[in-house]
């Protein structure tokens, strides 16, 4: 089992930039891969950033090249920078670490945090 806490967000202005961190306790020798996904009210949840312990990276078109994933090994950490924020942006914002061990694959959610950004 990982345990996926979330910190960060807000309510930031057109423009702005916010940082969201994640924090994963438990069985994280068994991570794969990490990221953030966001939701808004009648809308599928969809991806925003994905990260392979590896290190390949993967945007979402909308976020590319204002959006920044990255990880910190020792302190079992994920964040995700984001900067030129824009109204659409705006929705719940979810980590998530994929787990798998003896061949059972497990996703860990976090508990979500409010993004607004206001025009």
């Known amino acids: 089992q990982v345990q996926a806490v979330e910190s960060g967000g807000g309510s930031v202005e057109f423009g702005g930039s916010l940082r969201l961190s994640c924090a994963a306790s438990?069985?994280?020798?068994?991570?794969?891969?990490m990221g953030w996904y966001r939701q808004t009210p009648g809308k599928n949840r969809e991806m925003v950033a994905q990260m392979s312990v590896g290190g390949t990276v993967d945007y979402a078109a909308a976020v590319k090249d204002r959006f920044t994933i990255s990880r910190d090994t020792v302190k079992n950490t994920m964040d995700l920078q984001m900067n030129h924020l824009k109204p659409e942006d705006s929705a719940v914002y979810y980590c998530?670490?994929?787990?798998?061990?003896?061949?059972?694959?497990?996703?860990?959610w976090g508990q979500g945090t409010q993004v607004t950004v206001s025009s």
């Open positions: 998530i670490y994929f787990g798998g061990r003896d061949g059972s694959y497990h996703d860990y």
């Open positions: 438990g069985d994280v020798s068994s991570i794969y891969a």
